[in-house]
């Protein structure tokens, strides 16, 4: 079973910059995708990356294309978010997830082990 922390969520300035950490233990973590989810209340938990251990690669939705990056540590065992240009929209509680590679990355159905969660609050 894969465990998974997060930290680093707290209040930021809009058009400010936050990094959030994931760390990851348990037998074969490496082998599976890190997703990254957000959810604020009253919504759906909200899908913005997912990326792989071996090559790096990272895939993001439309909305936060461009502004979000997702980079994985291996000697960490970390997965970071790296947010900038934030919108109050950004704000909501974010989580890591762990799922198998080749899943549809968008559905957090799809992912078995979860973390906590952060809060981050985007004020305007």
């Known amino acids: 079973q894969v465990q998974l922390i997060e930290s680093g969520g707290r209040l930021v300035q809009a058009g400010g910059s936050l990094r959030l950490s994931c760390l990851l233990s348990?037998?074969?973590?490496?082998?599976?995708?890190v997703g990254w989810f957000r959810q604020s209340p009253g919504k759906e938990r909200e899908f913005v990356g997912v990326?792989?251990?071996?090559?790096?690669?990272?895939y993001y939705p439309d909305n936060v294309k461009g502004r979000f990056t997702i980079v994985t540590e291996y000697a960490e065992s970390t997965v970071y978010l790296q947010m900038n240009m934030l919108e109050p929209r950004d704000t909501g509680t974010y989580y890591c997830?762990?799922?198998?590679?080749?899943?549809?990355?968008?559905?957090?159905?799809?992912?078995?082990?979860w973390g906590q969660g952060t809060q981050v609050t985007v004020s305007s």
């Open positions: 348990g037998p074969d973590f490496t082998t599976y995708v």
């Open positions: 990326a792989g251990w071996t090559n790096g690669g990272a």
């Open positions: 997830a762990a799922g198998r590679p080749g899943i549809n990355y968008y559905d957090p159905n799809k992912y078995p082990y």
